[in-house]
């Protein structure tokens, strides 16, 4: 199951500007974070390609009916988000925290996810898949079995998730013109789920393979998928990411039981590295969530006492995106980044411990950076917004080109 760090509860999406394509100096951002009066917590999941942002917020004081899904409205003034709050298909278990949240959004501003849904006799509550469009949330159905999940949307309206069937497995499916298709399995598996698609159709996730109980990464393409495989030093895989021009990002297990993030940019998994060692050395978990087509990719590694840190992985090199926070935001902590497109946005998650009691808030960041000095004559590009070069790097660097 795509991992999710907090509780369930609502959502929301975010704010627009546009980003030229270009980097590589060190990672500068600005930040516009998303506050929800009487949320204790909010996590973002998904940012779209024209910035706006999804994910849920969890309410734990009684709010009745709570907690929700939610949509915020679109603005390019940090200070004047205001989300509003719209109730998912069933709610009404004050006890429970997890009724309905979203992880998936496209430029139109459709979200999708999950929502309680009650039976024909309002005696039993089951997950559906639900896509929620200007506030309104629609119950997509499942497989034929009585639990749905819905990860992922693209530009063209391309629902991906899993779903029960009617003989209790689960499976990927595809959603689209009101139809939910079983995308199958791999050879000889018995389980699949879909976590990603990107603007030309494909699909990734992951599934078990024949013979074995470990999962492999998948890319589903023109009626086909195909095992990604694995790369040196794990035994499972997971496609959690894949960009408009076909790279996948993920997590690898290793026989450890750690997770390390991978990537593959067209030539097969390979390991993105760590950031941190225990006090024993050994390399500490990592998680890569998201990639676009630059090859860049977020995630989050663990991180000193439990914590988690979002990371940035560009040109090679990994960066802890806490390092390069702007002063303006001391206390916070970005605790993970769920994704990155090509126009430099990123959904993060940040723990804010500037108040009395630390909660966590939704944020979403876009990457400021033009590149270093490039041999490609006749090439520039102009950034968007402000830029903290690296002093005395001798590290080269390139040009992307669109």
């Given at each position: 199951m795509k991992p999710t760090f907090f509780g369930k509860g609502g959502a929301f999406l975010v704010l627009s500007t546009s980003l030229s394509a270009a980097a590589l100096a060190d990672p500068s951002f600005?930040?516009?974070?998303?506050?929800?009066?009487?949320?204790?917590?909010?996590?973002?999941?998904?940012?779209?390609s024209n910035g706006l942002l999804a994910g849920y917020a969890g309410f734990l004081n009684g709010i009745p009916n709570g907690p929700y899904v939610g949509v915020a409205g679109v603005t390019t003034d940090a200070n004047a988000q205001n989300p509003s709050l719209t109730a998912p298909i069933w709610g009404g278990i004050s006890t429970q925290v997890g009724q309905a949240h979203l992880y998936g959004i496209n430029s139109l501003g459709v979200s999708v996810g999950d929502s309680y849904v009650r039976n024909a006799t309002n005696t039993t509550t089951y997950t559906h898949a639900v896509v929620n469009n200007g506030g309104t949330l629609?119950?997509?159905?499942?497989?034929?079995?009585?639990?749905?999940?819905?990860?992922?949307?693209?530009?063209?309206?391309?629902?991906?998730?899993?779903?029960?069937t009617g003989s209790g497995s689960n499976h990927a499916y595809s959603y689209s013109g009101g139809t939910m298709t079983d995308i199958g399995t791999l050879s000889g598996g018995t389980f699949s789920q879909a976590n990603a698609i990107n603007a030309n159709g494909?699909?990734?996730?992951?599934?078990?393979?024949?013979?074995?109980?470990?999962?492999?990464?998948?890319?589903?393409?023109?009626?086909?998928?195909?095992?990604?495989?694995?790369?040196?030093?794990?035994?499972?895989?997971?496609?959690?990411?894949?960009?408009?021009?076909?790279?996948?990002?993920?997590y690898g297990v290793d026989s450890s039981f750690n997770n390390r993030a991978?990537?593959?940019?067209?030539?097969?998994?390979?390991?993105?590295?760590?950031?941190?060692?225990?006090?024993?050395?050994?390399?500490?978990?990592?998680?890569?969530?998201?990639?676009?087509?630059?090859?860049?990719?977020?995630?989050?590694?663990?991180?000193?006492?439990?914590?988690?840190?979002?990371?940035?992985?560009?040109?090679?090199?990994?960066?802890?995106?806490?390092?390069?926070?702007?002063?303006?935001?001391?206390?916070?902590?970005?605790?993970?980044?769920?994704?990155?497109?090509?126009?430099?946005?990123?959904?993060?998650?940040?723990?804010?411990?500037?108040?009395?009691?630390?909660?966590?808030?939704?944020?979403?960041?876009?990457?400021?950076?033009?590149?270093?000095?490039?041999?490609?004559?006749?090439?520039?590009?102009?950034?968007?917004?402000?830029?903290?070069?690296?002093?005395?790097?001798?590290?080269?660097?390139?040009?992307?080109?669109?």
């Open positions: 600005t930040i516009s974070p998303i506050s929800i009066s009487g949320a204790n917590y909010i996590s973002a999941t998904s940012a779209s629609t119950d997509i159905g499942t497989l034929g079995g009585i639990s749905s999940f819905a990860y992922g949307i693209n530009d063209a309206g391309t629902v991906v998730g899993y779903s029960t494909t699909i990734v996730g992951t599934a078990t393979t024949s013979g074995t109980s470990y999962q492999h990464a998948f890319k589903y393409q023109n009626g086909v998928m195909t095992d990604l495989g694995l790369t040196t030093g794990v035994n499972t895989t997971y496609g959690l990411a894949v960009s408009n021009n076909g790279y996948v990002a993920g991978i990537a593959d940019f067209g030539s097969g998994f390979q390991d993105l590295g760590y950031l941190y060692t225990t006090s024993s050395g050994a390399r500490m978990s990592m998680m890569a969530k998201g990639v676009n087509s630059y090859g860049d990719v977020v995630g989050y590694t663990s991180y000193t006492g439990g914590a988690r840190h979002a990371f940035l992985y560009q040109g090679g090199t990994l960066y802890d995106l806490n390092n390069y926070l702007p002063k303006e935001y001391f206390g916070w902590t970005i605790w993970s980044a769920e994704s990155i497109n090509d126009e430099g946005y990123i959904a993060a998650t940040v723990l804010d411990s500037s108040s009395s009691i630390p909660h966590t808030r939704a944020a979403l960041l876009k990457i400021n950076t033009v590149p270093e000095p490039s041999s490609v004559a006749g090439i520039a590009f102009l950034s968007l917004g402000f830029l903290r070069r690296r002093k005395n790097s001798n590290r080269s660097v390139s040009v992307r080109m669109d």
